[in-house]
């Protein structure tokens, strides 16, 4: 088993909907959970960065983090076509910095205009 | 300002040659990492630099030699690699709060990679 699962996709979805992402993770040692977003042939970009169980939100992007269940989401509203990339969801055991950070497969999203 | 630069964007290379990827930051990061991703395939870790002294090497061949001149500068030197490594190398760079009681999100922020096609 994977230590963090995350729907390949791809995913398709009209412009102006609703995106749901998510990750289940096995290792509840894990406490800081991010999600990044990446064009294709570019680098990952930081979107949404949390720690405790609860929402966290950002413009039109929503993460949600339960502890319990050992699941994570992230929540796009009023969906784009410049959404379109790849999200990959991510998470470690520390906040210190030069830890290693566990990723997600990634999910391919496209919004069709 | 979280620009994470990385030089060239693109490298074409023999099994016989000698190159070597660059990454600088001036965001006062005093963490810095190489990570490598195939195509549809999350990042792998390489090697985690803390304060310039190697912390994480995540058993990489040798052909592939992490160097840290300086705080802000990193390096990946490559010799005789094989058509298998060939992929999106990246390099992200952190806040590294360690043996410090300070309290703060650190996370990782990328630069745009060099893609590597090993022929």
């Known amino acids: 088993q994977k230590e963090v699962e995350q729907d390949p996709g791809p995913l398709s979805v009209p412009e102006g909907a609703i995106v749901s992402l998510n990750c289940t993770y096995s290792?509840?040692?894990?406490?800081?959970f991010m999600w990044y977003r990446q064009y294709s042939r570019k680098g990952p970009e930081l979107l949404m960065y949390t720690y405790s169980s609860g929402n966290k939100e950002d413009g039109r992007f929503t993460a949600q983090v339960d502890k319990s269940s050992k699941y994570i989401s992230l929540f796009i509203r009023d969906s784009q076509p410049s959404d379109s990339a790849t999200y990959l969801c991510a998470m470690s055991l520390s906040n210190f910095g030069n830890e290693k950070l566990t990723f997600g497969t990634g999910t391919r999203l496209t919004i069709i205009p | 300002d979280t620009e994470v630069t990385q030089t060239p964007k693109h490298l074409v290379m023999g099994m016989t040659n000698k190159k070597s990827l660059k990454c600088e930051q001036h965001?006062?990061?005093?963490?810095m990492y190489w990570y490598k991703q195939k195509a549809k395939k999350p990042p792998e870790l390489m090697f985690v630099?803390?304060?310039?002294?190697?912390?994480i090497n995540e058993s990489v061949p040798s052909r592939f030699s992490p160097e840290c001149p300086n705080s802000s500068l990193l390096n990946l030197h490559l010799h005789a690699l094989q058509p298998e490594d060939s992929a999106l190398y990246l390099c992200a760079s952190s806040q590294d709060r360690t043996g410090t009681r300070y309290r703060n999100q650190e996370t990782q922020y990328f630069g745009p990679g060099t893609r590597l096609l090993v022929l």
């Open positions: 290792n509840s040692a894990f406490q800081y």
């Open positions: 965001m006062g990061h005093r963490a």
């Open positions: 630099y803390s304060y310039e002294k190697l912390s």
